[in-house]
């Protein structure tokens, strides 16, 4: 199912898209990141320890979006399971640098996501994957504003989401298709 679209008919001529796989960020330009962003984050983020990973998407038409994922670990005991036992997530989107939109999540190891998946085992290499996957982005006024394109599938159904890079990200669409079984 990994290649299942988003389809919006009826796009006005001068809408922007920016879509497809992201180009990952490299270390020194993640570093760079948190620096630039620290006003926008939450004080448990401001710490060495900080997790990082983040994609780039365009630029198109002179417009460039991030997807920055930072992670504050909670680490377990040594050899009591996974090696982190927990993450608080935070979330960011920069267009052409400045933050538009930011979310905050946690994840647990051990804690199902997914009736269909085995829990996470969080480690440094795979805390911040989770079920969301990021379609693209959409501009309907010329890159003034964007919208965030995602899907979560799982074994119960798909979830197409729609949410505007503004604060706390409102949800502006969404379609659930539930898959029988």
Request: aromatic share 10%.
């Amino acid at each position: 199912m990994e290649s299942l679209p988003l389809a919006i008919e009826g796009l006005p001529a001068s809408a922007l898209r920016i879509g497809g796989d992201g180009t990952p960020l490299e270390k020194r330009d993640l570093a760079a990141l948190q620096l630039r962003v620290k006003p926008s984050l939450p004080k448990e983020f401001l710490g060495d320890d900080i997790l990082r990973a983040g994609w780039r998407y365009g630029p198109v038409a002179g417009h460039e979006l991030i997807e920055l994922f930072l992670g504050r670990p909670y680490d377990n005991d040594r050899g009591s399971g996974a090696p982190i036992d927990s993450i608080h997530i935070s979330h960011l989107f920069l267009l052409n640098g400045r933050v538009v939109a930011s979310d905050g999540f946690s994840r647990v190891s051990g804690r199902e996501e997914h009736v269909d998946q085995e829990p996470p085992q969080l480690d440094k290499s795979n805390w911040f994957v989770d079920s969301f996957v990021t379609l693209g982005f959409l501009s309907l006024d010329g890159g003034s504003s964007w919208l965030y394109l995602s899907r979560d599938e799982g074994f119960e159904g798909i979830d197409w989401l729609i949410g505007r890079l503004s604060k706390d990200m409102p949800l502006v669409w969404n379609l659930y298709l539930y898959t029988p079984h």
